[in-house]
């Protein structure tokens, strides 16, 4: 075979045109990868689409939790409005007579009926869902400083009469009524919050009809002896904020006034 000298080394007769395909053939795949491969610029948008995706899937997200903690945070509001609808409305309907023993000598009803305070004695607990026993229920219209009211509640088990006695100041003649004068209502750490966020809210006695005299509803019970309203109400009005389910006025007619009537009757 023939050789060829280049640069001193000899090669085939035909290494030229072999070195040449082979030159040729390595050129020639380059170009494949290259076209077949993905280039920095490409990558580059890649990249930004991806993150623009998760960015808009991450906001989403967000707002989704959002809106749900305020759907959830609504329905909450709205079954604590329920229930202490029906929880309160429960404990004036179980409104019972008692005669508590004054300090200065004598039994007097206990009843405290006005327009922010009211207290009575009743067989059904709202803290313990009508347990067995008599409960002094505890009510306060409590003014706030940004001007809105919240109905404050207390509740306590009655063991003796002297207990509720405690809580009377005494009684005094005032127009020509006898009236029963109470201490004022202690909230503190005790007092439970039934209602907040009220542009209005006051206590309504409703006087039932006599001789002469139609029924009506008073803002303050002046009772003597043993007598005691036969409905009461609490007038609740929700400012604008409160909810989708807004508090509204709550009646009750009592049981022990409506048997007896019954049984007179």
Request: glycine residues 10%.
């Amino acid at each position: 075979m023939k050789r060829k000298r280049q640069c001193g080394v000899a090669l085939p007769a035909d290494a030229g045109a072999n070195e040449r395909f082979r030159i040729s053939d390595s050129g020639f795949r380059g170009r494949g990868i290259a076209e077949a491969g993905i280039t920095l610029l490409e990558m580059l948008v890649s990249i930004t689409i991806v993150s623009l995706l998760a960015t808009t899937a991450l906001f989403a997200w967000r707002a989704g939790v959002s809106g749900w903690e305020k759907a959830s945070a609504l329905l909450e509001g709205d079954r604590t409005v329920l229930a202490v609808h029906q929880l309160v409305s429960e404990q004036i309907a179980s409104m019972t007579p008692y005669q508590a023993p004054l300090q200065q000598g004598g039994r007097v009803m206990f009843f405290q009926g006005e327009a922010e305070t009211a207290r009575f004695v009743s067989r059904y607990s709202l803290t313990h869902r009508g347990a067995s026993g008599l409960y002094l229920a505890e009510y306060h219209v409590a003014e706030q400083q940004d001007g809105t009211r919240q109905l404050l509640f207390r509740e306590e088990p009655v063991w003796r009469g002297a207990e509720l006695g405690a809580k009377i100041a005494g009684r005094e003649t005032e127009s020509g009524v006898m009236r029963t004068r109470f201490l004022p209502f202690e909230g503190g750490a005790t007092a439970v919050v039934l209602l907040e966020r009220l542009a209005e809210c006051r206590f309504e006695y409703y006087r039932p009809a006599t001789a002469g005299r139609p029924g009506a509803w008073t803002g303050e019970w002046t009772g003597s002896g043993n007598e005691m309203p036969s409905a009461m109400r609490i007038h609740a009005l929700a400012r604008e904020d409160a909810g989708n389910l807004k508090p509204v006025t709550i009646a009750a007619t009592v049981w022990n006034y409506a048997q007896r009537r019954a049984r007179e009757e």
